[in-house]
């Protein structure tokens, strides 16, 4: 049997256990997890299925191709489109139940000549998509189309920034001059769903603590289960002399004689080269340096001092439950989203 190079484990019952504790945040609340960008990567029509089966029935995307992959031929099942209409035909988003969220005042004049549902994201403040706040048409205020109004916050990872207070009140002022009292008003993310609980409106919209990650927010990590689990295989062993440079542009050379791995994953595969010759990697009980530079298909340890008597084929930890990937990021010099999401096509998903 082939054992795969690289390995992203998915935990799917911790994937249902975050999403039931947003769900817990308060009764009739809507939970709606965003699966944009694959999921983060971990597999958006994967993902979108098991929580369907869940009995999760509404589902944000940020383009029109993800939510035509979803295909979503249950029209109680709603597939909101973040990133609007822009230019398309409006007749592909009937075609495939997708409701479109609506950011500018052009996508707004086009869709309201139409009898398609819609969405409504209003700019309070982060500057980024979004209809802002005072150039609302009072034309809109009317109209029976509108399914859902959202803002996004820009700050919900700091509970006591001010601005999210500031966001909220505008939303909430804005929202009362709309007429339709079937609309579903939503202003958080994972973050934001943590925060007091009048942020929560109607609706939630979680993302990477769906995933396990929470952005180094201690409030959130004591809540949420790890989903993923990172591995690598162990392609080569070798001894190397003092005085030996490792890797690309000899950024690395041995203080003595060295025996080192190396591992079959590379930036390509989603580990940065921010690691090189600062990264760490577990084996059990062991961490392991990375030495020399990322490259894209490989990089390597010094696996001189391990007690264990480890060989080709073995697999090295990357993300673990002791080491999980908010430990990773922070490595990284990022944040748990963008680790996710940046781990390679090439990775074998394993759903457990």
Do not use: W
Not at 14 to 19: A, G, M, S
Not at 325 to 335: H, K, M
């Amino acid at each position: 049997m082939i054992k795969d190079p690289f390995i992203l484990t998915i935990n799917t019952k911790n994937l249902l256990k975050n999403y039931n504790f947003f769900n817990k945040r308060k009764k009739n609340l809507i939970v709606a997890p965003t699966i944009k960008a694959n999921s983060y990567g971990l597999g958006d029509v994967r993902v979108f299925k098991f929580l369907l089966k869940n009995k999760c029935k509404h589902f944000f995307v940020a383009t029109l191709d993800e939510g035509i992959r979803i295909n979503n031929k249950n029209k109680n099942i709603k597939i909101y489109v973040l990133n609007g209409i822009q230019n398309y035909d409006l007749k592909i988003f009937k075609k495939y139940n997708l409701i479109p969220i609506i950011n500018t005042i052009y996508e707004l004049n086009k869709i309201i000549k139409s009898d398609i549902k819609f969405g409504l994201h209003i700019d309070t403040g982060i500057n980024r998509l979004g209809v802002k706040y005072n150039e609302i048409p009072n034309k809109i205020y009317k109209n029976k189309n509108i399914k859902i109004i959202l803002t996004h916050l820009s700050s919900a990872d700091e509970r006591k920034n001010k601005y999210n207070f500031l966001q909220k009140n505008i939303f909430l002022k804005e929202i009362k001059k709309f007429e339709n009292k079937k609309i579903i008003y939503s202003i958080c993310n994972s973050n934001g769903a943590i925060l007091s609980k009048s942020f929560l409106l109607d609706m939630i919209r979680p993302g990477i603590g769906l995933y396990g990650g929470n952005n180094q927010n201690i409030k959130l990590a004591k809540k949420l289960k790890p989903v993923i689990f990172l591995k690598a295989k162990i392609i080569q062993i070798k001894t190397i002399n003092l005085n030996e440079y490792v890797g690309y542009n000899q950024t690395f050379k041995t203080n003595k004689r060295t025996t080192i791995a190396i591992i079959g994953a590379g930036y390509a595969d989603g580990i940065p080269r921010k690691l090189s010759n600062k990264g760490k990697v577990f084996f059990k009980k062991d961490k392991f340096n990375i030495i020399g530079r990322v490259s894209m298909d490989s990089f390597t340890i010094d696996i001189s001092k391990t007690k264990y008597n480890l060989k080709v084929g073995q697999y090295i930890d990357i993300i673990n439950k002791k080491h999980g990937v908010e430990e990773f990021a922070l490595q990284c010099e990022t944040i748990s989203n963008e680790v996710i999401t940046l781990i390679g096509g090439r990775v074998k998903r394993l759903y457990v």
